[in-house]
């Protein structure tokens, strides 16, 4: 395939406006996906649970594999694969080196079964693709709304726990001293995890959802030290980029994760820019002020 084949597979918007009609189900499933991904990832970057969002993707990717080949819905079987990983983890990573561990031994167990039960479906070859990489599906009303009601319950939930679990995620020994019930806590918290990461998985993929619940956080911390503002940008950056990968998959023979992780890199990488030279201009400023008024 020459270059003009390749970009022609990237990039065609041949009979857009009748695909777009097609999957607005989807885009607003993307969307609903983007908000809740933004607000979680604002806390796993605070407890500093990236590795375990990749850990628990692998078992969710377990139970979305076992529920295709046993004909069960893919959803539930990754919302069971992933709320397991997620309780295991709150249960038994109290430390940050036990937690590390325990993701190291979690991760190749769930990829390991994936695989397993991917290598014994006989279906088609893009339904096992797709549980990997993401892929845009005709979401019907029905989906939609069982995607959009299971994310609101998240979101209320972490709602409530809003203040003490950031109390708890930046001063965790203070607020245990404080009566602040820290390790129910976290618990509590990777279970809203494992929900966030399962619902996810559907539209970037098992080995992609970082895109979508880690980069968005990470590029809003690199902008301002504002918690409101960070959550903002968090969810911005996280609907930006899933909408703006479905936009841009559709009608491609790419699957959409490729989209949804380059828009989420890029606005990572403008937003450190953006960052080193607001640091720089910071600390030219300090020295000019701190500089004598004799000096040249």
């Known amino acids: 395939m020459d270059l003009n084949g390749i970009l022609q597979t990237i990039f065609n918007f041949e009979n857009y406006g009748e695909l777009l009609v097609l999957v607005q189900n989807s885009?607003?499933?993307?969307?609903?996906?983007?908000?809740?991904?933004?607000?979680?990832?604002?806390?796993?970057?605070?407890?500093?649970?990236?590795?375990?969002?990749?850990?628990?993707?692998?078992?969710?990717?377990?139970?979305?594999?076992?529920?295709?080949?046993?004909?069960?819905?893919i959803i539930f079987g990754s919302l069971i694969g992933s709320v397991a990983a997620a309780v295991l983890l709150g249960f038994m990573g109290v430390r940050a080196r036990d937690k590390n561990s325990?993701?190291?031994?979690?991760?190749?167990?769930?990829l390991?079964?994936?695989?397993?039960?991917?290598?014994?479906?006989?279906?088609?070859?893009?339904?096992?693709?797709?549980?990997?990489?993401?892929?845009?599906?005709?979401?019907?009303?029905?989906?939609?709304?069982?995607?959009?009601?299971?994310?609101?319950?998240?979101?209320?939930?972490?709602?409530?726990i809003w203040r003490p679990l950031s109390f708890a995620s930046v001063d965790p020994e203070?607020?245990?001293?404080?009566?602040v019930p820290v390790r129910g806590l976290a618990i509590g918290f990777m279970v809203l995890l494992g929900i966030s990461v399962a619902l996810s998985i559907q539209i970037v993929g098992a080995l992609l959802v970082l895109?979508?619940?880690?980069?968005?956080?990470?590029?809003?911390?690199?902008?301002?030290?504002?918690?409101?503002?960070?959550?903002?940008l968090s969810v911005v950056f996280a609907i930006a980029a899933t909408v703006g990968g479905i936009l841009l998959a559709l009608g491609s023979r790419i699957p959409i994760s490729p989209y949804v992780t380059t828009l989420s890199f890029l606005i990572y990488v403008v937003c450190r820019l953006i960052g080193r030279v607001r640091a720089n201009r910071g600390l030219n400023g300090r020295v000019s002020r701190e500089q004598p008024a004799g000096a040249l």
């Open 27 to 73: 885009i607003w499933a993307g969307a609903v996906l983007g908000l809740l991904g933004g607000l979680v990832g604002t806390f796993v970057m605070k407890r500093d649970l990236a590795f375990a969002v990749h850990g628990i993707s692998e078992l969710s990717f377990a139970g979305a594999a076992f529920a295709l080949l046993i004909g069960a819905d």
């Open 102 to 110: 325990i993701i190291g031994v979690i991760m190749p167990f769930g």
């Open 112 to 160: 390991g079964l994936g695989i397993l039960f991917l290598a014994l479906y006989e279906g088609r070859a893009a339904n096992k693709f797709g549980l990997l990489t993401g892929q845009i599906v005709s979401v019907d009303t029905v989906q939609l709304q069982a995607l959009a009601g299971t994310a609101i319950l998240v979101m209320i939930a972490l709602v409530a």
């Open 174 to 179: 203070m607020a245990e001293a404080r009566g």
């Open 211 to 232: 895109a979508l619940l880690i980069t968005p956080a990470a590029a809003a911390l690199r902008v301002t030290t504002s918690p409101r503002l960070v959550v903002l």
